[in-house]
């Protein structure tokens, strides 16, 4: 599997011409162990996504809040903040992956009363897998629920291996990696929850890593 991961890496070193590409780079990084490469290429995207505007394109606010998780950047906040309050305003922002991006980012940024607003939308549709897994997550995390987030993490994990495997995420890689998991165990990390789930969607060792400064 490594040498798939460093043929995606290629692909994507030879263009690296928009934020979506250096974070193509970046989860293959991750994917690959190369932990200070992967987060430098975070803090790219992160960077080229502000400039660039294609998650607005692409009405993509999930990957621009767990761009910014992952890059480890706090002082990008009011930028980041500045562009999702906008979305909010377009007629796109109102939808349930638009709904996960504003409760992570309120998780990241302390404002639990905001996740928590959002975090009713997404339980108020359990026939969407992955929204409502995030919603539990997002809620264990908030109420430091051991039990609760890990049977949340677990699910939301396997909601995403079936888009990777069989649905939109297959061959891309934003299907090697969960990065609502990854940006959501970040935060639970940093607020005292462990993170027991083992899965090929989640990398313990880049958040070490990130964590550790």
Not at 170 to 190: D, H, N, V, W, Y
Request: hydrophobic share 40%.
């Amino acid at each position: 599997m490594m040498d798939r991961y460093e043929q995606v890496l290629r692909y994507y070193m030879e263009r690296m011409d928009s934020s979506l590409e250096q974070l193509g780079v970046a989860i293959c990084l991750t994917k690959l162990e190369r932990y200070p490469e992967a987060r430098g290429f975070y803090g790219l995207a992160i960077h080229s996504a502000l400039g660039d505007g294609l998650w607005l394109t692409m009405s993509q606010p999930d990957q621009l809040v767990c761009t910014f998780v992952l890059a480890g950047q706090p002082s990008l906040r009011s930028r980041i903040l500045r562009q999702v309050e906008g979305y909010k305003l377009d007629p796109r922002g109102d939808s349930l992956v638009a709904y996960g991006a504003y409760a992570v980012l309120g998780l990241a940024t302390g404002n639990d009363s905001d996740a928590q607003a959002y975090v009713q939308r997404l339980l108020a549709k359990p026939g969407a897998r992955l929204p409502l897994a995030m919603g539990k997550v997002i809620e264990a995390t908030i109420q430091r629920s051991q039990s609760g987030f890990d049977t949340a993490l677990d699910t939301l994990l396997l909601a995403h291996r079936g888009m990777a495997k069989f649905g939109a995420l297959r061959e891309t890689p934003e299907g090697f990696l969960c990065l609502p998991a990854m940006s959501l165990a970040k935060i639970a990390l940093q607020r005292g929850l462990s993170v027991d789930v083992i899965s090929e969607y989640l990398s313990k060792g880049y958040l070490r890593h990130l964590l550790a400064g």
